[in-house]
């Protein structure tokens, strides 16, 4: 198998119908250097890192790209202020350098710098303290492309966020981080990966190992969607599966080198003219910060908990305490609280830390390993979001001895996503973009920050139907085009792909994606060829699911909203709890 073939069966990092097809077929045919499972962050970044290092790559996530942890964060790539305080000052110059590296080379488009105000609460010691925390974070990731802290007296932080009680600050300090769709992001990374010649195949189970003699050769596959199962063999495979290391480690039936647990985080949505506010918000809360963060132009993400998670790791639950517990630390400083009312979003997501020896999420290991299981298997758990270039190149290195050919140095440093390259001139070309394509600017903005130069692919399949330039109705946010091109090219195959992940519509809409569900069923069916039954089924299913996250979102604990959520229906129904098999 050649490189060109590769690059044939998923051009331009398409992931569409035909490509899947495509990347089925070779699944089951071809002899893999790496086979990644697990389609979040880390495992598209690992099959990016291997792909460009000149090595036969194949990934199959079991449901959609970041379905799990990768689309339920804060929606930060940021260093980490809080672990200044930890003195866990490796992990904080790591994230900054990679915070930079973003900004400027890889995702330019995808990362965006986002000011944040420190309101402070104490005199005479907390300015001097704060502002030398700030002055390491402001110099320990190198050469910066943010401004630095700025220090404010009260009437000057009242001024740029007038939603605050007087009485809750004695004056500010405002930094720099940036906000990042994450479901986006880790899509753009697993696309690049395809650009490069991996294999990227979602809806696709591992369902056990293929061994000879003590030696990991591969693993046994299930595809989701019709139940087909094939063998994928490769020299050796990195399960990159976050939350779900310890049970996919079961399925090798190898001891593993490490534990993960889940610490479970909830944010709630609300819309931007609830708090008056021209910059984001760090507030200290008893255990930990909470972060008041500006969502496109209409919203504010708030969050998050920390709280241990041991139920269903698919679809972590947010409870009528997890919402109050936030209500109750941002009202401490708003003018006008905000109630459940307000609330048009949520979502739980699971942070996979390294267990340690304390009971306390909050203090385990945000740092990453990995490790060689046995011959042919690694692992890697742990980390953070914004460190998953650096665990990708870390975990492909450890899978280097098992790899018959030399393994050249990472150089992920250097490749930009795709949509990286040609966004700043698009920017500047926006009207001229604007006037070709016949819809506003601020339209032809919006998607360049969510595809870069990816934008005229996006509004070239409106060439033959001018409507699909169209907002979707109860959506408007978002163009028609939009859901048709993420079924053409980024790999959505169900409802729930689209208005969860490739949109965000699920949190940005009180009606959380059920008043356009059937707009958005049939704007896809013609790519996903699915016909009145096929619709039917898709907009029940998503319907359900939003009814069953509701729901639970009333009740008092983790158990019983876990209960409400589990018992919806899933998209995909092959999908099985992992048990281990004989080969």
């Given at each position: 198998?050649?490189?060109?073939?590769?690059?044939?069966?998923?051009?331009?990092?398409?992931?569409?119908?035909?490509?899947?097809?495509?990347?089925?077929?070779?699944?089951?045919?071809?002899?893999?250097?790496?086979?990644?499972?697990?389609?979040?962050?880390?495992?598209?970044?690992?099959?990016?890192?291997?792909?460009?290092?000149?090595?036969?790559?194949?990934?199959?996530?079991?449901?959609?790209?970041?379905?799990?942890?990768?689309?339920?964060?804060?929606?930060?790539?940021?260093?980490?202020?809080?672990?200044?305080?930890?003195?866990?000052?490796?992990?904080?110059?790591?994230?900054?350098?990679?915070?930079?590296?973003?900004?400027?080379?890889?995702?330019?488009?995808?990362?965006?710098?986002?000011?944040?105000?420190?309101?402070?609460?104490?005199?005479?010691?907390?300015?001097?303290?704060?502002?030398?925390?700030?002055?390491?974070?402001?110099?320990?990731?190198?050469?910066?492309?943010?401004?630095?802290?700025?220090?404010?007296?009260?009437?000057?932080?009242?001024?740029?966020?007038?939603?605050?009680?007087?009485?809750?600050?004695?004056?500010?300090?405002?930094?720099?981080?940036?906000?990042?769709?994450?479901?986006?992001?880790?899509?753009?990374?697993?696309?690049t990966a395809a650009h490069y010649g991996a294999v990227i195949r979602t809806s696709t189970q591992v369902v056990g190992f293929v061994r000879e003699a003590d030696r990991v050769v591969g693993v046994a596959v299930r595809d989701s969607e019709d139940g087909r199962t094939t063998q994928v063999r490769g020299h050796v495979v990195i399960n990159a599966t976050g939350v779900w290391t310890d049970e996919i480690q079961a399925l090798s039936r190898q001891r593993g080198r490490f534990n993960v647990r889940a610490s479970k985080g909830v944010h709630i949505v609300v819309p931007r003219d609830r708090i008056a506010s021209d910059t984001a918000l760090i507030l200290r809360t008893p255990t930990s910060v909470l972060f008041v963060i500006p969502w496109g132009t209409s919203h504010w993400i708030i969050g998050t908990t920390d709280t241990d998670w041991n139920l269903d790791l698919a679809h972590p639950a947010a409870t009528k305490a997890d919402i109050a517990y936030l209500l109750e630390q941002v009202n401490q400083v708003l003018v006008t609280p905000l109630t459940h009312e307000d609330i048009q979003g949520v979502y739980a997501g699971l942070r996979p830390l390294l267990a340690g020896e304390s009971d306390e999420t909050s203090k385990l290991s945000r740092e990453h390993a990995v490790a060689r299981i046995c011959p042919g298997l690694v692992a890697i758990a742990g980390g953070k979001y914004t460190t998953y270039r650096v665990m990708a190149y870390d975990a492909v290195d450890v899978a280097a001895p098992d790899i018959p050919q030399r393994v050249s140095p990472s150089i992920t440093e250097k490749v930009p996503l795709l949509g990286a390259d040609g966004y700043f001139a698009l920017l500047n070309q926006a009207p001229q973009l604007a006037q070709t394509y016949g819809v506003h600017p601020y339209r032809i903005e919006h998607l360049l920050d969510r595809y870069g130069s990816l934008v005229t692919d996006v509004l070239d399949l409106a060439a033959d139907d001018p409507d699909l330039l169209q907002p979707i109705t109860e959506s408007p946010t978002y163009l028609r085009v939009e859901a048709v091109y993420a079924a053409t090219a980024e790999g959505a195959l169900h409802l729930d792909d689209i208005l969860a992940r490739r949109t965000r519509i699920s949190i940005e809409y009180s009606h959380r994606g059920v008043a356009c569900a059937e707009e958005t069923a049939r704007l896809?069916?013609?790519?996903?060829?699915?016909?009145?039954?096929?619709?039917?089924?898709?907009?029940?299913?998503?319907?359900?699911?939003?009814?069953?996250?509701?729901?639970?979102?009333?009740?008092?604990?983790?158990?019983?909203?876990?209960a409400l959520r589990a018992a919806a229906p899933e998209p995909r129904p092959e999908i099985l709890e992992p048990v281990p098999i004989e080969d």
């Amino acid at each position: 198998m050649t490189k060109t073939s590769q690059s044939q069966s998923q051009p331009s990092g398409d992931l569409g119908p035909a490509t899947r097809d495509a990347a089925w077929e070779r699944l089951g045919r071809d002899h893999f250097d790496v086979v990644v499972i697990g389609g979040g962050v880390v495992g598209a970044g690992i099959a990016l890192d291997a792909a460009t290092r000149g090595l036969e790559v194949a990934l199959v996530e079991a449901r959609d790209l970041a379905s799990g942890t990768s689309s339920r964060s804060s929606k930060m790539f940021h260093g980490g202020l809080r672990y200044l305080e930890q003195l866990d000052f490796g992990l904080v110059r790591e994230a900054l350098h990679e915070r930079e590296l973003s900004l400027k080379t890889l995702a330019p488009h995808l990362v965006k710098p986002l000011r944040f105000l420190y309101p402070l609460t104490h005199r005479l010691w907390e300015r001097p303290y704060v502002a030398s925390g700030l002055m390491l974070y402001d110099t320990m990731g190198g050469a910066k492309s943010v401004p630095g802290q700025h220090h404010l007296t009260r009437s000057a932080a009242l001024r740029l966020a007038p939603g605050i009680r007087r009485d809750a600050l004695i004056g500010g300090v405002t930094y720099y981080d940036t906000v990042v769709d994450d479901a986006r992001h880790t899509m753009t990374v697993a696309r690049t990966a395809a650009h490069y010649g991996a294999v990227i195949r979602t809806s696709t189970q591992v369902v056990g190992f293929v061994r000879e003699a003590d030696r990991v050769v591969g693993v046994a596959v299930r595809d989701s969607e019709d139940g087909r199962t094939t063998q994928v063999r490769g020299h050796v495979v990195i399960n990159a599966t976050g939350v779900w290391t310890d049970e996919i480690q079961a399925l090798s039936r190898q001891r593993g080198r490490f534990n993960v647990r889940a610490s479970k985080g909830v944010h709630i949505v609300v819309p931007r003219d609830r708090i008056a506010s021209d910059t984001a918000l760090i507030l200290r809360t008893p255990t930990s910060v909470l972060f008041v963060i500006p969502w496109g132009t209409s919203h504010w993400i708030i969050g998050t908990t920390d709280t241990d998670w041991n139920l269903d790791l698919a679809h972590p639950a947010a409870t009528k305490a997890d919402i109050a517990y936030l209500l109750e630390q941002v009202n401490q400083v708003l003018v006008t609280p905000l109630t459940h009312e307000d609330i048009q979003g949520v979502y739980a997501g699971l942070r996979p830390l390294l267990a340690g020896e304390s009971d306390e999420t909050s203090k385990l290991s945000r740092e990453h390993a990995v490790a060689r299981i046995c011959p042919g298997l690694v692992a890697i758990a742990g980390g953070k979001y914004t460190t998953y270039r650096v665990m990708a190149y870390d975990a492909v290195d450890v899978a280097a001895p098992d790899i018959p050919q030399r393994v050249s140095p990472s150089i992920t440093e250097k490749v930009p996503l795709l949509g990286a390259d040609g966004y700043f001139a698009l920017l500047n070309q926006a009207p001229q973009l604007a006037q070709t394509y016949g819809v506003h600017p601020y339209r032809i903005e919006h998607l360049l920050d969510r595809y870069g130069s990816l934008v005229t692919d996006v509004l070239d399949l409106a060439a033959d139907d001018p409507d699909l330039l169209q907002p979707i109705t109860e959506s408007p946010t978002y163009l028609r085009v939009e859901a048709v091109y993420a079924a053409t090219a980024e790999g959505a195959l169900h409802l729930d792909d689209i208005l969860a992940r490739r949109t965000r519509i699920s949190i940005e809409y009180s009606h959380r994606g059920v008043a356009c569900a059937e707009e958005t069923a049939r704007l896809v069916a013609p790519v996903l060829g699915w016909n009145e039954e096929r619709i039917a089924r898709e907009v029940a299913t998503y319907n359900a699911r939003v009814d069953a996250e509701i729901r639970s979102q009333t009740q008092p604990d983790d158990i019983s909203a876990d209960a409400l959520r589990a018992a919806a229906p899933e998209p995909r129904p092959e999908i099985l709890e992992p048990v281990p098999i004989e080969d």
